[in-house]
């Protein structure tokens, strides 16, 4: 999956009922980077693939490759 992917992926299943603070929050990882992944402007690092898999109740592969 390309940068853009990944960032359409992640809009998708935070939806319209999250906020990126929120989702960041829950996961540990700034939302300022957070904001640059949805963005397509970088790629999330292996520990912050982790942190978003389990906070959407996935796997890495399911949600980056799936």
Known sequence: MDKEAIGRRLRELRGVFRT????ADAT???RSKLSR???GGAVPTD???IALAKYYGMTVGELFFG
């Open 47 to 49: 520990a912050d693939k």
């Open 28 to 30: 540990g990882i700034d």
């Open 37 to 39: 992944y949805e963005n």
């Open 20 to 23: 990126q603070g929120e989702v």
